[in-house]
C-alpha cells in the first residue's frame, strides 16, 4: 500500500508561482514512477509531468513543458512540482499518482497505469 498526499496548493495570481508536494508513506518510492496530473471542471484528467524515481529522469507535457520542475527528495519521499509563469487556465485540481510496475515513461501520461492516487490540492490563478 501506498499512501500519497498533496499539499502547497492555494490561490495565486497570474505570472506568480507554487511549488507542490506529494508525500508518500506506507511504502518508499524506490523504483516506481511518480506522476502529476490536473483535473479542471468538466475535463479530463491530463498529464503534467512524471519522474522515474530510481535514477530522476523525468518527462513533461509538451504544454508545460518550460514551466513546470518535477524533483524528488529522497531522504524526504517526496516529490515537488514548482509551477512558475502561472496562467488562470492553469487552475485545476493537482494529483499526483504512483505507478509501481512500469519501467519507463511509455505509459506515464496514462491514467490508467497509476496504481494509487493522492486526494489532489487545488489550484486556483487568478487573472
Known amino acids: 500500500q501506498v499512501q500519497l498526499v498533496e499539499s502547497g496548493g492555494g490561490l495565486v495570481q497570474a505570472g506568480g508561482s507554487l511549488r507542490l508536494s506529494c508525500a508518500a508513506s506506507?511504502?518508499?518510492?524506490?523504483?516506481?514512477?511518480i506522476g502529476w496530473f490536473r483535473q479542471a471542471p468538466g475535463k479530463e484528467r491530463e498529464f503534467v509531468a512524471a519522474i522515474r524515481w530510481s535514477g530522476g529522469s523525468t518527462t513533461y507535457a509538451d504544454s508545460m513543458k518550460g514551466r513546470v520542475t518535477i524533483s524528488g527528495d529522497n531522504a524526504k519521499n517526496t516529490v515537488y512540482l514548482q509551477m512558475n509563469s502561472l496562467k488562470p487556465e492553469d487552475t485545476a485540481v493537482y494529483y499526483c499518482a504512483a505507478d509501481l510496475k512500469s519501467s519507463s515513461f511509455i505509459t506515464a501520461a496514462k491514467t490508467a497505469f497509476y496504481d494509487y492516487w493522492g486526494q489532489g490540492t487545488q489550484v486556483t490563478v487568478s487573472s
Open positions: 506506507g511504502r518508499t518510492f524506490s523504483s516506481y514512477i
